[in-house]
């Protein structure tokens, strides 16, 4: 779920940090630039690990800047196709449900990924959304959110940044996980 990523990086590192320590300013830096983003096939970045070495120290012509060629590790968050996860729900519709880590957000439960056989109700409370229900030997159990989902990570995806989006169109995401809830012990943590 999470690796160390080996990255080599020249960085700008403005005049107003030259009177930090060294490795201070530059993991600031390297912070504001990674931080939170992430980095196609490699993942979710979470933090900086260490800086193995900084090489340079240039100033270029007309910049007040120096420049530095840093190498470092950093956390990154990227689940590998099989494993299992535990989530929260954070909306559901007819199209499935959608998972949240608390720093993660983008992880869809398809329809034909569901427990089988399930099906939809709608939700009295929230509008526009709906509770899935598992439907297990004339029992009904359902998916509501109260507490933890385990989940398998079916894929993991990088998709293309759109030229142009929609204005109703939902935010760009970086990195999708598709899940399945169907096989023994996923689901709500509860039913097991």
């Known amino acids: 779920m999470f690796y160390l990523s080996l990255i080599e990086h020249t960085l700008r590192l403005p005049p107003q940090l030259l009177g930090l ?4 300013a530059i993991k ?13 096939n490699l993942g979710l ?18 910049d007040g800047a120096s420049t530095y060629t840093v190498e470092f590790r950093l956390v990154m968050f990227r689940p590998f196709v099989g494993e299992i996860i535990t ?5 559901s519709d ?31 409370e ?20 109260i ?3 385990s989940f398998q990570v079916q894929s993991v995806t990088y998709p293309p940044i759109p030229v142009e989006q929609p204005k109703e169109s939902k935010p ?8 399945s809830l169907d096989y023994d012990g996923l689901g709500p943590v509860s039913w097991w």
């Open 126 to 145: 929230k509008k526009n959304q709906v509770i899935w229900m598992w439907d297990y030997q004339e029992q009904k159990f359902p998916i509501d959110g």
């Open 87 to 91: 989530a929260k729900l954070k909306e």
């Open 94 to 124: 007819s199209n499935g449900l959608r998972l949240t880590l608390g720093f993660f957000d983008d992880i869809y439960i398809p329809v034909h990924l569901m427990p089988n056989p399930s099906h939809s109700e709608p939700d009295p």
């Open 45 to 62: 970045c979470i933090s900086v690990y260490d800086i193995r070495s900084i090489d340079g120290g240039f100033v270029f012509p007309g």
């Open 28 to 40: 600031g830096v390297l912070e504001s630039l990674f931080l939170d983003k992430v980095i196609a």
């Open 21 to 24: 320590p060294l490795n201070e």
């Open 172 to 179: 760009f995401a970086p990195m999708v996980i598709i899940g």
């Open 147 to 149: 507490g933890e989902i």
